[in-house]
């Protein structure tokens, strides 16, 4: 792969534009055993530009916010920047928020794909996906009260009262920025116990298909209560069995213009105007649920308001400054 020269051009844009990567800088690449190939890549790519890069393979999680291997963690402290390629993600654990706080670069990529190199959400203009994420940051954190219209009638409450927006910009230039890559999104831990109403997402990948039959999540004081739709039972399977990976713990703008529905959740949370809601951990943002998964369902062109302002609409982001 790394000697394709669209997929080579989207590792060197991860390291030059997205991480601003120094010659001698200490480079940890994180993968496991099914994207080992990725982590190839990027090893040559920061090897080539001048890096001091490290590889290490852990096996697949299997869930999503599953703290990593200690040797993982240790590694991670002693970096300039991580890249990690992953089937689950890392992001919401300990080992991410340490290293962040102690300086280093953080990008994580669960579930990304070669093409997402080659084609697709790398290569947005990310001058302009932070420009905008800022803006809805800003607004996340100036809300209270957000309301979300899905389809097919649906309705979700979320109380937003003293909890900050968190931007991931996909750009992390400056000691202990850490965020998804590719990225393009604007979120914030929602006031736990308080989410009431129901969401329907609309596309969703089971047994490795993707499906348009309608889900829909009835969640009451900020849990999941009920799980509807032909496919309710495989999605009740793919969170585990633990209180705290029912509650709500992330609500989601996403503001990446090349992002497109692929099934993978890395990229399709980041889709212009889509919004995502979380079930499980938030600690690494601002709330206080340290559950064993953090998981995203994404709906597609909802209806959002910000303290009664409509914000989102039909797919567009409707506040541009």
């Known amino acids: 792969m790394a000697t394709d020269p669209k997929f080579r051009q989207g590792c060197e844009?991860?390291?030059?534009?997205?991480?601003?990567?120094?010659?001698?800088?200490?480079?940890?690449?994180?993968?496991?055993?099914?994207?080992?190939?990725?982590?190839?890549?990027?090893?040559?790519?920061?090897?080539?530009?001048?890096?001091?890069?490290?590889?290490?393979?852990?096996?697949?999680?299997?869930?999503?916010?599953?703290?990593?291997?200690?040797?993982?963690?240790?590694?991670?402290?002693?970096?300039?920047?991580?890249?990690?390629?992953?089937?689950?993600?890392?992001?919401h654990t300990n080992a991410r928020i340490q290293a962040a706080k102690k300086g280093v670069r953080i990008a994580t990529m669960p579930g990304i794909t070669e093409g997402m190199f080659s084609e697709g959400p790398i290569r947005a203009d990310y001058s302009e996906v932070a420009r905008i994420t800022e803006v809805y940051t800003n607004l996340l954190t100036k809300t209270n009260h957000v309301r979300v219209l899905t389809a097919g009638g649906h309705e979700l409450h979320l109380d937003l009262t003293g909890r900050a927006g968190v931007p991931s910009k996909g750009v992390y230039l400056n000691p202990g920025e850490s965020g998804n890559l590719p990225s393009g999104e604007a979120y914030a831990a929602p006031v736990e116990g308080t989410t009431n109403g129901t969401y329907c997402i609309d596309a969703i990948v089971l047994d490795g298909e993707m499906t348009t039959d309608p889900i829909v999540f009835t969640i009451e004081n900020g849990h999941i209560t009920k799980i509807e739709g032909k496919n309710a039972a495989k999605v009740e399977a793919m969170i585990p069995q633990h209180e705290l990976s029912r509650c709500v713990g992330e609500l989601g703008i996403g503001t990446n213009p090349m992002a497109k529905l692929t099934g993978v959740i890395l990229e399709d949370e980041k889709i212009y105007g889509s919004v995502h809601v979380a079930f499980g951990t938030n600690t690494s943002f601002g709330g206080t649920i340290k559950a064993p998964s953090h998981i995203d369902f994404v709906a597609l062109g909802p209806t959002v308001y910000f303290d009664d302002v409509k914000v989102a609409e039909g797919g567009q982001l409707l506040i541009r400054e």
């Open 13 to 91: 844009i991860i390291y030059e534009k997205c991480m601003g990567l120094k010659p001698g800088e200490r480079v940890l690449i994180l993968t496991d055993d099914e994207k080992r190939p990725l982590g190839d890549a990027l090893y040559e790519t920061a090897r080539d530009l001048g890096a001091k890069p490290v590889l290490m393979q852990m096996p697949v999680c299997g869930v999503s916010g599953q703290e990593p291997p200690a040797a993982v963690a240790a590694a991670m402290l002693e970096s300039d920047v991580v890249i990690a390629p992953t089937c689950d993600s890392i992001t």
